[in-house]
């Protein structure tokens, strides 16, 4: 909690911060602060060390996502952006599925400060290498500027706002939407299924494990498409697949559904980013971006314990129903001003 909630709330001052110092720095910082972070955290010798460090962990990251998406797309041609981000996505989906694999080998050999500190190493040695790489690229590290990429963009953030606001509004309910059902799926399947907390806890690794081939698809898909389709086709399938979790049976149905959630939400993810780095200037695409983060982080925080509430009173049934209308609700509504919005 102590560092989901910084990480959060460090989108913001971090994508404004990129915007004025250089994404290039602000990622080396979040890389090797992280890694710093994570070492104090394995040779914390008090819970209030612990909770002090992993504030700390959560602040250093959260200068990653703000500064590394518009690197990504700076690197490559604006035709083949959304695949670029799906590719960059993947390595977010394989730290979800294999570090607490490897964490809880780590820890099960030398306890649970090991995969803090072991882990640490590689991870500072990662964001010197990659402050390195991007000194030999000094087109994709300059500092943005307020001038257009093309002459005949206008410069003035306001301009994008019609298109922007209810393209957010809509990413950001379905993220939240999304994370909090998926916080509650082992409970659903103990509860439903009367699985063993252990593998109820493990099949949410079935979920993003689809990100692995998923996002680099979803980007893809974007380019070729057009990124408001996509990710208006694709929220509006979210919805039914969360009222199918009631229906489905054990096994090798609730495994397909898992992974259908997976395969959805990781073709939505790079196409959201692209579209919203596409209709922004360029000396503010961290700035928005740290905002797109954060709205995601805290609407998660803020709708995770409303749905757990519904769930206590109404039971998994109407809750996940409830929240797969929601979802095909808001996503119509902005589809009246999307739909037309050239990409």
């Not at 700035?287 to 009173?313: H, K, Q, W």
Request: aromatic share 12%.
């Amino acid at each position: 909690m102590a560092f989901n909630l910084a990480y959060g709330i460090s989108q913001l001052p971090s994508g404004w911060l990129a915007d004025r110092i250089g994404p290039r720095i602000l990622l080396t910082i979040g890389t090797v602060g992280v890694a710093l972070a994570g070492l104090l955290v394995g040779l914390s010798q008090t819970y209030v060390m612990t909770i002090v460090f992993l504030v700390l962990m959560g602040v250093a990251g959260g200068g990653y996502h703000p500064s590394a998406a518009p690197l990504v797309s700076r690197a490559v041609e604006p035709k083949n952006q959304g695949r670029a981000l799906g590719f960059h996505q993947m390595g977010g989906s394989g730290s979800f599925f294999l570090a607490p694999l490897i964490s809880a080998g780590i820890a099960a050999h030398w306890g649970w400060r090991a995969p803090f500190i072991w882990l640490a190493i590689p991870t500072a040695l990662f964001g010197i290498t990659f402050y390195i790489l991007l000194g030999r690229h000094p087109e994709i590290n300059r500092l943005p500027k307020a001038t257009p990429e093309y002459h005949d963009k206008p410069q003035s953030l306001s301009s994008y706002l019609p298109r922007l606001v209810p393209f957010m509004v809509l990413s950001v309910f379905t993220q939240a939407i999304n994370f909090s059902i998926i916080a509650f799926i082992p409970l659903f399947m103990v509860d439903h299924f009367g699985v063993a907390e252990a593998a109820a806890a493990a099949s949410i690794s079935i979920i993003y494990s689809a990100g692995l081939w998923a996002s680099p698809l979803g980007g893809h898909m974007s380019d070729r498409l057009g990124k408001v389709r996509v990710v208006l086709v694709a929220c509006l399938i979210t919805g039914p697949l969360f009222c199918l979790l009631n229906v489905v049976p054990y096994g090798l149905g609730i495994g397909a559904l898992l992974f259908m959630i997976g395969i959805v939400m990781h073709i939505r993810m790079p196409s959201s980013e692209s579209y919203i780095i596409s209709q922004t200037p360029e000396h503010r695409r961290s700035t928005v971006l740290g905002i797109y983060y954060f709205s995601n982080m805290e609407a998660g925080g803020v709708l995770s314990p409303v749905i757990g509430s519904c769930i206590d009173r109404f039971g998994f049934y109407p809750s996940f129903t409830g929240a797969g209308i929601a979802i095909v609700m808001v996503t119509l509504v902005c589809a009246a001003f999307l739909w037309r919005t050239r990409d």
